[in-house]
């Protein structure tokens, strides 16, 4: 019996919990742009629970991790390991997504970007989530200067009305985007007056001003611009 109990003893220390705190050790130290030690403690929760699920958590935040500190190739052999593995599981797709459009966005490759938030958009049910990656998509495709496909996706942001900062934001980027080949910004100008009458935007009138000014400038009304 004792000898039963010391090898007992020897054995490591089991808690159904503990894959999970080393998963959220790492993502804290990654917040807190702790790097190092985030690479130190996923790579530790992939080795030691390699016949676990959780391993592939892991894998998926070191790569974020690496692609925070630009080490690009070592984020790419982990997605590349990912994107391989038959038993990836399913739940983890749309994450797996999201890491790959922040890979090819850190590296200004906006078009494979837009594609894997395409992607994540398909696969995200939360309303207010599915407007923020159109917002985000409609930005890359602003830097692209397909401003035709920026405005299609700032549009879906304003039409399905989210949190008033993001439909804010949204007419801003429009009113910049403006140019007279896309008709009258008669509707678009009255949308903006009207804002600065809202208490909310006290603090944003400048952009207002901003805005209402480049759409003169599209217009070519340069004294009103």
């Not at 159904?16 to 998963?23: E, I, K, N, P, T």
């Not at 922040?102 to 938030?117: D, G, I, N, P």
């Not at 039409?159 to 804010?168: D, H, S």
């Amino acid at each position: 019996r004792k000898k039963g109990k010391e090898a007992f003893n020897s054995l490591p220390e089991y808690n159904r919990f503990v894959d999970d705190a080393y998963l959220l050790k790492g993502i804290a130290e990654l917040y807190k742009h702790e790097y190092f030690p985030a690479i130190e403690t996923f790579t530790f929760l992939i080795k030691e629970y390699s016949m676990m699920e959780v391993k592939y958590d892991g894998q998926l935040w070191l790569a974020r991790t690496y692609i925070e500190m630009n080490k690009f190739s070592n984020a790419s052999t982990l997605i590349d390991q990912m994107e391989g593995d038959n038993t990836f599981p399913e739940r983890l797709e749309r994450d797996l997504y999201l890491t790959q459009a922040e890979f090819y966005k850190k590296q200004y490759q906006y078009e494979q970007a837009v594609e894997y938030l395409e992607k994540v958009i398909d696969l995200t049910k939360n309303k207010t989530y599915k407007y923020r990656y159109h917002f985000i998509i409609a930005q890359l495709y602003q830097e692209l200067n397909q401003n035709d496909k920026a405005n299609e996706n700032y549009a879906i942001v304003m039409r399905k009305n989210p949190i008033y900062q993001m439909v804010f934001n949204a007419r801003i980027n429009m009113a910049q985007l403006y140019n007279s080949s896309q008709g009258s910004a008669k509707e678009l100008k009255a949308e903006l007056i009207k804002m600065m009458k809202d208490d909310k935007t006290k603090e944003y009138l400048d952009q207002i001003y901003f805005a209402l000014g480049a759409i003169e400038r599209g217009e070519n009304n340069i004294p009103e611009a």
